[in-house]
């Protein structure tokens, strides 16, 4: 995942401010699919399993604009890479049911809501008016 989100301010208005630490909660779906059954037109088989959890999904860090100017005004900056950020990269883990048998190729796919877009998205909230924005 990458979060752009911050905890007030926003990442286009160059104002990102997020306390270190600070998360939002996020359901993602994990979708595993047969591989395709046609190399014609090919689409995803048969689904395997669906699994959705909750993750605590932290914010990005807050706009350096002592080190991000320029093209780079209000990222966040990464002291150990010397690079500016707009999102931050977050690893996330599912586990499957113990019962799954996965043949030896799948296709997977990942899905979540946002403000716009996603299986059913949110639409305007009391977070896509805030000063802060959504996660």
């Known amino acids: 995942m990458s979060s752009w989100g911050c905890q007030s301010g926003h990442w286009y208005t160059f104002d990102c401010s997020t306390t270190p630490g600070t998360t ?10 047969h591989p395709p059954t046609t190399t014609t037109y090919p689409k995803p088989g048969g ?9 605590s999904i932290p914010y990005r ?16 900056y990464d002291s150990s890479s010397g690079t500016c950020f707009n999102g931050l990269a977050v690893n996330i883990t599912f586990h499957l ?31 896509s008016t805030s000063s802060g924005g959504c996660g």
């Open 47 to 55: 689904l395997i399993e669906s699994v959705t959890r909750t993750f």
């Open 97 to 127: 049911h113990r019962h799954v048998a996965l043949p030896g190729s799948v296709v997977f796919g990942i899905a979540y809501n946002t403000s716009n877009f996603g299986y059913h998205p949110y639409g305007v909230t009391a977070c």
């Open 24 to 33: 939002f909660s996020e359901p993602i779906t994990l979708n595993v699919y």
């Open 61 to 76: 860090p807050s706009a350096n604009n002592t080190h991000c100017t320029g093209a780079n005004l209000g990222k966040w």
